[in-house]
């Protein structure tokens, strides 16, 4: 089982570091650490989230806690599952947008909290390891069949409010996105591509953030007359977009954009990863919000979501956090608010974007280093004239540049974001620090 315990969540390939019997031992373990008596289960549509699915229940009933199956579900309609029917665990079989050949599993304690591996994935690794299970319960736990689908579709589309007829592109990437547009059914006229559910993901990897996967999106856009685009992640936890041109908008500005709509229904907290724009900051501030910065990773904006009452978050990956979704993601939600904004200024999207455009960013650049700490330190010591930010690696703020470098969580690889008021200085400066990153 090495290695497949992440930050995040539990993954691996099938029939080699992930398997039934693997699935099994989580299920008891997850049970056994969180002693819950009710769990909710979602999958996706890879051919072995099945079996899998049925591993971890006989697990988690043989510790004496009933099993509520979802079925077939996006992740966040298990989150919105585990929330509305209170159970005390949520578990979503997915490995997101990883190739076909991958799987795993996403957890959350009740009302969707997540467990991250600091706060309790390996204790379930080790528990795992271990075999140090609770005894089987005395009596064993029941399965019973939940299709939280409608529901989720009924709590989502209430926050439409679209006055005019609005028509997008979808790249379903063969995956759970087919199933989480049910949502905008009548509301948003969809076309949509690849919409077949094949967990073997036959026409291009699920992951919106590689801008290869949007090539077929951008063509249909090209060739109709569509207000946007929109492409969704394996699991539908992520959602990209591209505007009326083909033209792809940057995952950040897109939180600031939601963010101008979430103000206008009420004024409070709304945070943005730290790797996002200066301007998402701006326009927070600018819409009479109260913008506040987050480490990179939902478990951690979750947890800072709740404790400050947040109504919304973006990350620059494509993750959209809602208050009301039990503060995880909804991509369909997304959705809806930007069609909200076309809808109500008669704005196109690159339009509306523009404005937003203030900086030049370098986007996330990976560097493969041998002694990441080494170069931490370099930079600290070459940068120290600048404004430190320590929340997530380091950031070096100047009045005219910032920049932030990550290490990996789990290769030796250094993250840059670098942002400034030119392309020019973009440019040089970007150069300049991964020089050093590299040297």
Known sequence: ?????????????????????????????????????????????????????????????????????????TTPMAYFGCGSLNAEGGVMITASHNPGEWNGIKMTRAQAVPISGATGIMDIERICNEESFDAPAMKQGTISRHDISDEYIAHIRPHADITRPIKIAADMANSMGAVEARVLDGLIEVDAIFEELDGTFPNH??????????????????????????????????????????????????????????????????????????????????????????????????????????????????????????????SSLAVICV??????TGKTLSELIKPIQRYSASGEINSEVADPDAVIATLRTDYADGKLIELDGVSFEYDDWWFNVRLSNTEPLIRLNLEATTPEKMEAKRDEVLAKIRA
């Open 1 to 73: 089982m090495a290695g497949i315990f992440k930050a995040y969540d539990i993954r691996g390939i099938y029939g080699d570091t992930m398997d039934e019997a693997i699935m099994f031992k989580i299920g008891r373990a997850f049970v056994t650490l969180l002693k819950c008596k009710t769990v909710t289960v979602g999958r996706d549509m890879r051919p072995h989230s099945t079996p899998l699915f049925e591993a971890f229940a006989n697990g988690a009933i043989m510790q004496g806690a009933d099993v509520i199956d979802l079925g077939l579900a």
């Open 205 to 330: 990897e699920a992951n919106p953030l590689k801008a290869e996967t949007l090539e077929a999106l951008q063509a249909m856009i090209r060739e109709g007359a569509y207000d946007f685009g929109v492409a969704f992640d394996g699991d539908a936890d992520r959602v990209g977009f591209v505007d009326e041109n083909a033209s792809i908008v940057a995952m950040d500005m897109i939180t600031a954009l939601i963010a101008q709509d979430m103000l206008i229904h009420e004024k409070g907290n709304i945070f943005y990863d730290l790797r996002s724009s200066w301007a998402v900051k701006e326009v927070i501030e600018e819409n009479g919000g109260t913008a506040l910065m987050s480490r990179v990773g939902h478990a951690f904006i979750k947890q800072q979501m709740r404790d400050a009452n947040a109504s919304f978050a973006g990350e620059l990956s494509g993750h959209y956090y809602f208050r009301d979704n039990y503060f995880t993601e909804s």
């Open 339 to 344: 069609a909200n904004i076309i809808s109500r």
